[in-house]
């Protein structure tokens, strides 16, 4: 049981350039997560998705666009990189939104625009 | 003015010691708490969760105490050992935000043997 995998779990990425990053979750997870991690701050909320084909913004939505095409699979787009994107992204999943629900996180994928 | 890189509060302990680290939280609409520890490289893991009814709830080894009269919560860690070195991270679930976490910004917990 894999859990929570995350693909590439290293890039680096000139300013302008695009990538997606991968997030797969082999527990049937409904609800999947992307956040990302900069020094001396706690994760915070990009998008998630509450099942499959459907998407909604965090805390930090701009520069950044996701897909729900699969259950299984949540994708993070960046469409065109900038510096400020520089950080540790995680994706999480759980089974569900209500209270006292773990979520599961990947290895995270650390990305740097230079 | 120029942003200065922020830096992560530190707890340093003796091996075998107990070891408490905090968190304050600003919602009162919080219901759902959750400790979280991550170490170097790797994703957060669940460690211990309190629901906002509760003031206490013990796991094995780690104990966490919630004051919402004052919007604290902590962790306690008993007899910490080195591969409890780590960063701790503190998240809240405010009610009616569909599972949005809000996490705290950490401590690290160094612990010497």
């Known amino acids: 049981n894999a859990g929570v995998t995350q693909t590439p779990k290293f890039r680096v990425l000139k300013t302008g350039q695009s990538m997606t990053l991968l997030c797969a979750q082999d527990?049937?997870?409904?609800?999947m997560y992307w956040y990302r991690q900069d020094p001396g701050m706690g994760l915070r909320l990009i998008h998630y998705?509450?099942?499959?084909?459907?998407?909604a913004k965090g805390e930090v939505p701009d520069g950044y666009n996701v897909s729900r095409l699969k259950k299984q699979n949540f994708l993070l787009g960046l469409e065109s990189a900038a510096p400020s994107q520089t950080s540790v992204y995680f994706c999480?999943?759980?089974?569900?939104?209500?209270?006292?629900?773990?979520?599961?996180f990947g290895q995270g994928t650390r990305l740097t625009v230079v | 003015g120029e942003s200065v890189g922020l830096h992560l509060p530190t707890l340093s302990v003796q091996e075998g010691d107990n070891s408490i680290i905090n968190c304050a939280y600003s919602?009162?609409?919080?219901?759902?708490f959750i400790w979280y520890k991550q170490e170097s490289g790797k994703g957060p893991q669940f460690i211990i969760d309190?629901?906002?009814?509760?003031d206490k709830r013990q796991g094995q080894r780690v104990t966490v105490l919630l004051n919402k009269t004052v919007k604290h919560l902590s962790l306690q860690i008993a007899a910490t050992q080195p591969g409890d070195s780590a960063v701790y991270f503190c998240?809240?679930?405010?009610?009616?935000?569909?599972?949005?976490?809000?996490f705290g910004k950490g401590t690290k917990l160094s612990v010497k043997p």
């Open positions: 999480a999943s759980s089974y569900s939104i209500r209270v006292g629900t773990e979520a599961f």
């Open positions: 527990m049937n997870h409904e609800y």
């Open positions: 998705s509450v099942g499959e084909g459907t998407t």
């Open positions: 919602n009162s609409a919080s219901d759902y």
């Open positions: 309190i629901r906002s009814n509760m």
């Open positions: 998240a809240e679930n405010r009610r009616g935000s569909q599972g949005n976490l809000i």
